[in-house]
T-cell receptor, first 115, second 111 residues
């Protein structure tokens, strides 16, 4: 059973470009979470999605950031008009259920560098 | 979410036991205590979780104080591969599954 897949692993963008980060959850998992980790800091929750629905986006910046988890295909975190402050590691996690006692399995992360 | 307090860093010698403390004095009756760790340049990974009773698995043991206001993650024989940031997180059974990470404890293992 493959783990959580994220691609690309490394992404370089110039200021003003768009970044699209992809996350394929573990097989059988329909709950996806995105976290951001700035250099030398802890992980910060961004958004929680269940197939085709956004459950909690309280950690998402109000502008430029969006996330989706379509019925078919991976979850996408999109950052429009990137700025240098968006440079960070973005981690995706998945779980089988949405219960807080259910283990989250994390992907290897996408490291975004904005020039 | 109830807050947790962990030391910023700890050191251990290889093959010795490590006790990583976590204080959570405002824990509620329905909060589970979860531990995750993040190895360098990797995503976090689940270690263990518990509610009231002590828990053991192949990775570690979790000792929970009788009043549940603190807990200790125990690595029985630290290896170099255990060097990581360890996060203690409280999760209410009725909350969504998104997690709020604190700063964690950075464990250094010396050979």
């Amino acid at each position: 059973n493959a783990g959580v897949m994220q691609n690309p692993r490394h992404l370089v963008r110039r200021r003003g470009q768009e970044a699209r980060l992809r996350c394929s959850p573990m097989k059988g998992h329909s709950h996806v979470y995105w976290y951001r980790q700035l250099p030398e800091e802890g992980l910060k929750f961004m958004v929680y999605l269940q197939k085709e629905n956004i459950i909690d986006e309280s950690g998402m910046p109000k502008e430029r950031f969006s996330a989706e988890f379509p019925k078919e295909g991976p979850s996408i975190l999109r950052i429009q008009q990137v700025v240098r402050g968006d440079s960070a590691a973005y981690f995706c996690a998945s779980s089988r259920t949405g219960r807080s006692t259910d283990t989250q399995y994390f992907g290897p992360g996408t490291r975004l560098t904005v020039l | 979410d109830a807050k947790t307090t962990q030391p910023n860093s700890m050191e251990s010698n290889e093959e010795e036991p490590v006790h990583l403390p976590c204080n959570h004095s405002t824990i509620s009756g329905t909060d589970y205590i979860h531990w995750y760790r993040q190895l360098p340049s990797q995503g976090p990974e689940y270690v263990i979780h518990g509610l009231t009773s002590n828990v053991n698995n192949r990775m570690a043991s979790l000792a929970i104080a009788e009043d549940r206001k603190s807990s200790t993650l125990i690595l029985h024989r630290a290896t170099l591969r255990d060097a990581a940031v360890y996060y203690c997180i409280l999760r209410d059974d009725w909350d969504n599954n998104d997690m709020r990470f604190g700063a964690g404890t950075r464990l250094t293992v010396k050979p």
